[in-house]
């Protein structure tokens, strides 16, 4: 996957298409922010299109979670109150396969989505290497059978 593949038209689509959000998530998360890490919060409108990146570079490897929480909570919510999405990425250096790191980030934000009542379109992994997408969390009910 690449941001190469990216159609002309690819601002009007909506990213509910994971090879598509894999693409613009490539386009979004440059080198310099997957070697130095980062957090991308993609906000997308009610046609779950791309309204507005927000990237937050210089998170290391050792970086607590946690310490986003509130922060993407907050976010989850204003995206929610205008009828929109949030699509997330960690962008980071090193191999293409998640880490334990990689899964607190993306239960974190998972959390903060459902805490602030957004919808998290998708997840994905940013390395040098790549683009992947995190396996879709389970939802409540699949959890209860």
Not at 5 to 12: A, R, V, Y
Not at 35 to 41: H, S
Request: hydrophobic share 50%.
């Amino acid at each position: 996957m690449s941001f190469e593949n990216l159609p002309d038209t690819w601002s009007t689509l909506s990213l509910d298409d994971p090879a598509l959000a894999a693409d613009v998530v490539d386009l979004v998360v440059g080198h310099a922010d997957r070697v130095g890490g980062c957090v991308a919060l993609l906000l997308l409108d009610e046609g779950l299109r791309l309204r507005q990146p927000c990237v937050v570079g210089d998170v290391p490897d050792d970086a607590d979670p946690a310490h986003m929480r509130p922060f993407v909570t907050e976010l989850a919510g204003m995206v929610a109150a205008e009828v929109g999405a949030l699509l997330f990425a960690r962008g980071r250096a090193g191999s293409g396969y998640l880490t334990d790191a990689d899964r607190a980030w993306h239960e974190t934000v998972v959390a903060a989505c459902r805490e602030g009542g957004v919808r998290l379109v998708g997840a994905h992994l940013a390395t040098p290497a790549g683009v992947r997408s995190f396996p879709a969390p389970l939802d409540e009910a699949a959890v209860a059978s």
